[in-house]
């Protein structure tokens, strides 16, 4: 397939680039090159002939239908976004133009594309979110495909309504469209604002570590080359106007998650164990959902997709990408807002 990717210079979009084009699927990605974008993320396939690129903003309507008249796409998968809920407490607009209405533009830029090629059978728009448009979980239960939605911060309001967006063309105008929402991402290049990628960089320099509120949120971690790989399954095989939610089957508390890269950091680092000793909690921030939990059942079931790799396993990679890729991330740490407290209300 010809596969046009929003967002390949993010952490996500950049594991799908890399996989699609090693599985020998030919990429447009199209990508503003916002703040946490970085073209070091796809260095290993820039020079591939299966590989183009489009500096292109998803706000603006008519850069993308030129993107869709020069490059003639057979698949759409939409993952640019702006994606940190603690940017999106301090300043919500960015969240609202980009989320919603970049995604409001690329639908219509995609369904101009899809009429006027004579609607292709095989034509898809694959939308990518979040298992944080459901909101929060108490101490049992999981989200499945038909959990109402209930967002609690700015970030995941403007999620679901991209989604809705999605739903809605799908059913007004008829645009062939799957619908995917996972659980926490972590892996190699994941952006230093992160919570596991902060807890690695600040131990290795010594800084504390902020957890917020006891620590006691729980989250479901998804290996990002797993979810790569989950991305491009229901791209091939996922029934039309689908949701899917993809889950890491691996719940861990926060407070679990960071004791437990502390405990790697000394097995490689032990001159500065132990690590734990960093940690340090902080004010929790608004609106922080108790708890989320996938129920993989349909994505497994109907699919035949999981994931292959356990917590302990993801975190060991990463921990050592990161002891091996100083050079990606330092310059990294330099950006806006990297490093300091957002999101205090």
Known sequence: MKILVTGGAGFIGSAVVRLAVSRGHEVVNVDALTYAACEDNIASV???????????????????????????????????????????????ADFVETNITGTFNLLEAARSYWVATDK???????????????????????????????????????????????????????????????????????????????????????????????????????????????????LEKGENGRTYNIGGENEATNIDLVRKICALLDKHRPDNAPHENLITYVKDRPGHDLRYAIDPDRIRTELGWRPSVTLDEGLERTVDWYLANEAWWKPLQERQGVGTRLGNG
């Open 120 to 234: 292709p059978e095989g034509f898809r728009f694959h939308h990518i979110s979040t298992d944080e448009v459901y909101g929060t979980l108490g101490s049992d239960g999981m989200f499945t495909e038909t959990t109402p939605y209930a967002p609690n911060s700015p970030y995941s309001a403007s999620k679901a309504a991209s989604d809705h967006l999605v739903r809605a063309w799908g059913e007004t105008y008829g645009l062939p469209f799957v619908l995917t929402n996972c659980s926490n991402n972590y892996g190699p290049y994941h952006f230093p604002e992160k919570l596991i990628p902060v807890v690695i960089l600040n131990a290795l320099a010594g800084k504390p570590i902020p957890v917020y509120g006891e620590g006691l949120n729980i989250r479901d971690w998804l290996f990002v080359e797993d979810h790569a790989d989950a991305l491009l399954c229901v």
């Open 46 to 92: 820039s020079d591939s002939p299966l590989y183009h690129f489009e500096q292109v903003d998803i706000r603006d309507r008519a850069a993308l239908d030129q993107v869709f008249a020069n490059h003639k796409p057979d698949a759409v998968m939409h993952l640019a976004a702006e994606s940190h809920v603690d940017r999106s407490i301090d300043g919500p």
